[in-house]
């Protein structure tokens, strides 16, 4: 993990940040860890959640004006159905992305407030993988401790070098 003074402020910020405050499993995470240093091949170990790596703040930042360039583009031609909920929202706050770009975030909808989602660019639309943050994290811990897979992906969490996770294929 990185480690650096972190405001949360600076994510709230209407100028250049979210322009809303983030929610409080969002910010406990990032309180603990801003973000971790980026794998350069999605097999290297090191990925928090199958093969995703925490963002920074800065990486949050990015990645959320991707999103809101993407409604934005989606409104100006008329698109909007298609995408807004669907593919992006102004009020999705990336937690991480793999390799190849997709994202997990933070959902920030109020009718979907700390919803964990994932967005892959390979599906038209959202999933929702776990309703809180913690019960994600209690998953990702239990996948460790009795070596299953944490989703439905056959990707079983171990540790590498007793600090890192890797997500090997499961064995079938």
């Known amino acids: 993990p990185v480690h650096r003074s972190l405001d949360l402020r600076e994510l709230g910020r209407p100028a250049d940040g979210l322009g809303f405050a983030v929610h409080d499993d969002m910010a406990a995470t990032l309180e603990l860890h801003d973000g971790v240093v980026t794998r350069r091949a999605s097999t290297e170990p090191g990925a928090f959640l199958l093969g995703y790596g925490l963002l920074d703040v800065d990486g949050i930042l990015e990645a959320h004006r991707d999103l809101v360039a993407t409604v934005e583009d989606a409104r100006e031609e008329g698109e909007e159905e298609l995408v807004v909920g669907r593919t992006a929202d102004i009020r999705w706050v990336p937690l991480a992305r793999n390799t190849c770009g997709d994202l997990l975030f933070v959902d920030h909808r109020p009718q979907h407030a700390g919803e964990i989602g994932e967005m892959s660019f390979g599906d038209p639309e959202y999933r929702m993988l776990w309703p809180r943050m913690d019960l994600m994290l ?8 009795k070596r299953t897979p944490v989703t439905c992906v056959p990707r079983i969490p171990r540790l590498h070098e007793g600090r890192m996770l890797e997500w090997p294929v499961a064995a079938r």
Not at 138 to 145: G, S, T
């Open 138 to 145: 209690v998953d990702l811990c239990e996948a460790l401790e």
